[in-house]
């Protein structure tokens, strides 16, 4: 089962979540996908990932401004099916504008985190949100 599914086009981002991650007290694992597209796939068993039936994981955590999908959009479609409707989804952003944290949430996020501005800083947010969400929330729906 994997953990936590990052969605992050940008590869500097997705290069510094999978360091930070890896250096968290628990073994975490984890897949970075780099588009909306591919995250609707993943998520609705789809396109590239028909033939792999792959297992929800316990925590999306999702860049919302992501080229071509965007991750709104993927939320949306997350919330419409059975399969992924209660799927904890936190955004993970660098917009702190309340008009994206407003859509963020009337599309069906969890939660919402401004990333923060440096590394150290960075994986402490990612301590926290893997210590609740994986930790600390109780869920009766994987799949």
Same mark, same amino acid.
């Given at each position: 089962? @994997?953990? @936590?599914?990052y969605v992050e086009d940008n590869p500097n981002d997705a #290069?510094?979540?999978s360091r930070l991650i890896r250096k968290l007290n628990r073994p975490i694992t984890y897949t970075v996908i780099s588009?909306?597209?591919?995250?609707?796939e993943y998520l609705t068993g789809k396109g590239r990932y028909e033939q792999q039936r792959t297992v929800? +994981? *316990?925590?999306?955590?999702?860049?919302l401004n992501l080229d071509g999908v965007s991750g709104f959009d993927v939320v949306e479609q997350a919330r419409a099916l059975e399969r992924t409707r209660h799927i904890p989804i936190v955004?993970?952003?660098?917009?702190?504008? +309340? !008009? #994206? %944290? *407003?859509?963020a949430y009337d599309a069906? %996020? !969890?939660?919402? @985190? @401004? *990333?923060p501005g440096s590394y150290q800083e960075t994986g402490d947010v990612l301590e926290k949100l893997c210590d609740f969400w994986?930790? !600390?929330n109780t869920r009766t729906d994987y799949k």
């Open positions: 089962m @994997v953990d @936590v599914l #290069d510094i979540f588009s909306g597209s591919e995250a609707i929800l +994981p *316990k925590l999306v955590l999702m860049d955004a993970f952003s660098t917009s702190d504008n +309340p !008009n #994206d %944290i *407003k859509s069906g %996020i !969890n939660a919402y @985190v @401004v *990333k994986l930790g !600390n």
